[in-house]
């Protein structure tokens, strides 16, 4: 049974978004506010496959919150679902990370087919991930100058001791070592890692990159593996002594 | 994010305004120091460049206070368009509900409830909305006839009681007996109506309202005191503006900026005023409307 977020301030909508998912078989939870959304996602004691959002709510609003949630590495299918229905509004939401966005007021049978359409497209994803022939197999692990990454571990390995590495410093990493020895643009990174289209925040990326130089550089002042192609990103060398 | 882009060019271009200003001062000052001696043909240079200045400044203050507006006026149209979907959006939802789903009887007439509820809302927005469209106009005087002012209240209290379900302890109303005025009842219901939706919806889940009506001198002042958020010495007067709504406060309660207005031209109108008073934020505040005995 597919768990369904309700982000929703209006008491009345709510209910009655409640009372139609648990009509179609689905179990839902309720909040009111975009924060609440927020932690109840970061804990994941009970993952949710599904969330529908409000774009007006107290405090944080519904495109802030999508895209905090996207910056997260959080790719749960989000429906938008507002009374602001203008292309600007629809757009936004687009872009902060929505998958789908539905004006107030709506169609009941519609909202209803998109949200199946949502879950449809996650099960077939899921069922197609393994079907596919693993084509170029992705490298569990990497060793370069005495550092091992461990990608289905999460975890890097230097000398004895293990650095536990989150899933989006792994990805970013393993993005880089596919492609090592070429420069890699904040841009491309953005989108290929995060998979956001975004041309503002590429300065998050530094942040990531300052934190995974100070785990695989014996000095992070002076970087040898993760060097920075001014003007364009990144470049990984796993041997720099050779170049 | 078209937002923050409007705020930067428009500092950019004040920046620019104080800029070129005093630059003129500068070259003035100098001027003046080269040729002081040339006596009142100096003074008449200096009248003039100083008429400059403040022209400029006027200017600039004129388009500052435009764009504010126009800023309030969109946020303004964002929760109108807001106010009016929301209940539309949510009787359509109940009643497509009805037409595709078995529903069951004690359900139903929870939906028949909520529903008249969304209508309502929908109502006293539209009416709002309306209601300042006829203030805005300036239009003839209100039909002035003997009104109990008791009567008035009793009415906007019960009213507000049914909309936010709060109890009799919650919402406080102290009866005066009677208290004639000269005055459009609906016009004045509608006033002190808002005056105590307001103080009801910006209490928060702990409603503690009172409202009480005294006589002084030849006015009677109906008050309306909560222990709400309060309000800040500077907002005190502005909230009575049209369409403005306290920064900070307004992504959390939703409204239209139009409720204070109203009452504000509705006291004016019947030849009274009306006022808020605060001990600061967090300390709960006092709005009332005075309006004077009918002869």
Same mark, same amino acid.
Request: hydrophobic share 45%; proline share 5%.
């Given at each position: 049974?597919?768990?369904?977020?309700?982000?929703?301030?209006?008491?009345?909508?709510?209910?009655?978004?409640? $009372? &139609?998912?648990?009509?179609?078989?689905?179990?839902?939870?309720?909040?009111? @506010?975009?924060?609440?959304?927020?932690?109840?996602?970061?804990?994941?004691?009970?993952?949710?496959?599904?969330?529908?959002?409000?774009?007006?709510?107290?405090?944080?609003?519904?495109?802030?919150?999508?895209?905090?949630?996207?910056?997260?590495?959080?790719?749960?299918? @989000?429906?938008?679902?507002?009374?602001?229905?203008?292309?600007?509004?629809?757009? &936004?939401?687009?872009?902060?990370?929505?998958?789908?966005?539905?004006?107030?007021?709506?169609?009941?049978?519609?909202?209803?087919?998109?949200?199946?359409?949502?879950?449809?497209?996650?099960?077939?994803?899921?069922?197609?991930?393994?079907?596919?022939?693993?084509?170029?197999?992705?490298?569990?692990?990497? /060793?370069?100058?005495?550092?091992?990454?461990?990608?289905?571990?999460?975890?890097?390995?230097?000398?004895?001791? =293990?650095?536990?590495?989150?899933?989006?410093?792994?990805?970013?990493?393993?993005?880089?070592?596919?492609?090592?020895?070429?420069?890699?643009?904040?841009?491309?990174?953005? #989108? #290929?890692?995060?998979?956001?289209?975004?041309?503002?925040?590429?300065?998050?990326?530094?942040?990531?990159? =300052?934190?995974?130089?100070?785990?695989?550089?014996?000095?992070?002042?002076?970087?040898?593996?993760?060097?920075?192609?001014?003007? =364009?990103?990144?470049? $990984?060398?796993?041997?720099?002594?050779?170049? | 994010?078209?937002?923050?882009?409007?705020?930067?060019?428009?500092? $950019?271009?004040?920046?620019?305004?104080?800029?070129?200003?005093?630059?003129?001062?500068?070259?003035?000052?100098?001027?003046?120091?080269?040729?002081?001696?040339?006596?009142?043909?100096?003074?008449?240079?200096?009248?003039?460049?100083?008429?400059?200045?403040?022209?400029?400044?006027?200017?600039?203050?004129?388009?500052?206070?435009?764009?504010?507006?126009?800023?309030?006026?969109?946020?303004?149209?964002?929760?109108?368009?807001?106010?009016?979907?929301?209940?539309?959006?949510?009787?359509?939802?109940?009643?497509?509900?009805?037409?595709?789903?078995? =529903?069951?009887?004690?359900?139903?007439?929870? $939906?028949?409830?909520?529903?008249?509820?969304?209508?309502?809302?929908?109502?006293?927005?539209? #009416?709002?909305?309306?209601?300042?469209?006829?203030?805005?106009?300036?239009?003839?005087?209100?039909?002035?006839?003997?009104?109990?002012?008791? #009567?008035?209240?009793?009415?906007?209290?019960?009213?507000?009681?049914?909309?936010?379900?709060?109890?009799?302890?919650?919402?406080?109303?102290?009866?005066?007996?009677?208290?004639?005025?000269?005055?459009?009842?609906?016009?004045?219901?509608?006033?002190?109506?808002?005056?105590?939706? &307001?103080?009801?919806?910006?209490?928060?889940?702990?409603?503690?309202?009172?409202?009480?009506?005294?006589? /002084?001198?030849?006015?009677?002042?109906?008050?309306?005191?909560?222990?709400?958020?309060?309000?800040?010495?500077?907002?005190?007067?502005?909230?009575?503006? *049209?369409?403005?709504? +306290?920064?900070?406060?307004?992504? *959390?309660?939703?409204?239209?900026?139009?409720?204070?207005?109203?009452?504000?031209? +509705?006291?004016?109108?019947?030849?009274?005023?009306?006022?808020?008073?605060?001990?600061?934020?967090?300390?709960?505040?006092?709005?009332?409307?005075?309006?004077?005995?009918?002869?």
């Amino acid at each position: 049974m597919s768990r369904i977020l309700v982000v929703e301030d209006e008491a009345h909508l709510a209910e009655g978004l409640r $009372f &139609n998912l648990e009509a179609e078989g689905y179990q839902v939870e309720l909040v009111e @506010t975009g924060e609440l959304a927020l932690d109840l996602l970061r804990t994941g004691d009970a993952p949710f496959d599904l969330l529908i959002l409000d774009v007006m709510l107290p405090g944080k609003d519904g495109f802030a919150v999508m895209s905090e949630l996207r910056h997260r590495g959080q790719f749960i299918p @989000t429906l938008m679902l507002t009374a602001r229905g203008h292309a600007d509004d629809v757009l &936004n939401g687009f872009e902060a990370g929505a998958d789908d966005y539905l004006p107030k007021p709506f169609e009941l049978p519609i909202l209803i087919a998109r949200i199946r359409g949502l879950l449809r497209r996650r099960e077939w994803l899921a069922a197609s991930i393994p079907a596919t022939p693993p084509a170029p197999e992705p490298r569990e692990t990497f /060793t370069f100058d005495g550092k091992s990454l461990h990608f289905d571990r999460l975890e890097l390995h230097v000398g004895e001791e =293990v650095f536990p590495l989150t899933l989006m410093e792994a990805n970013v990493l393993r993005y880089l070592i596919e492609r090592a020895g070429k420069p890699v643009s904040r841009k491309a990174m953005l #989108e #290929e890692v995060w998979g956001l289209h975004e041309d503002t925040d590429t300065r998050a990326i530094d942040n990531f990159i =300052v934190r995974l130089r100070r785990y695989i550089e014996s000095d992070p002042t002076k970087p040898r593996h993760l060097l920075t192609v001014r003007g =364009v990103g990144y470049r $990984f060398v796993s041997n720099p002594g050779a170049a | 994010m078209e937002f923050t882009g409007r705020r930067k060019s428009i500092a $950019f271009f004040i920046a620019f305004g104080v800029g070129l200003i005093s630059v003129i001062l500068v070259l003035y000052i100098g001027w003046i120091l080269l040729a002081w001696r040339n006596g009142w043909l100096l003074l008449l240079g200096v009248l003039l460049v100083l008429m400059i200045i403040c022209g400029i400044m006027l200017n600039t203050i004129f388009l500052v206070r435009e764009i504010r507006r126009n800023e309030q006026h969109d946020a303004f149209i964002n929760a109108v368009t807001h106010e009016l979907k929301t209940p539309v959006a949510s009787i359509r939802l109940y009643l497509q509900t009805l037409q595709t789903r078995p =529903v069951d009887e004690a359900k139903r007439a929870d $939906f028949y409830r909520i529903m008249l509820d969304d209508s309502d809302r929908l109502l006293s927005t539209i #009416e709002q909305v309306l209601r300042t469209g006829r203030l805005g106009a300036g239009s003839h005087k209100p039909e002035l006839s003997r009104v109990d002012l008791d #009567e008035v209240v009793r009415t906007s209290v019960e009213r507000v009681r049914n909309l936010h379900r709060v109890t009799l302890e919650g919402l406080y109303y102290e009866p005066v007996g009677s208290a004639q005025v000269m005055g459009d009842p609906d016009e004045l219901i509608a006033a002190i109506t808002n005056l105590v939706e &307001n103080a009801v919806k910006y209490s928060g889940p702990d409603v503690h309202v009172m409202v009480h009506t005294e006589r /002084t001198g030849d006015s009677f002042t109906v008050r309306v005191v909560d222990r709400g958020p309060g309000i800040s010495k500077e907002e005190l007067k502005r909230v009575f503006r *049209r369409f403005y709504r +306290v920064p900070g406060i307004a992504s *959390r309660i939703k409204g239209t900026g139009l409720g204070l207005f109203i009452v504000r031209s +509705v006291a004016k109108r019947h030849g009274g005023r009306a006022w808020a008073e605060s001990e600061g934020p967090g300390r709960g505040s006092t709005f009332a409307i005075e309006l004077p005995v009918a002869k």
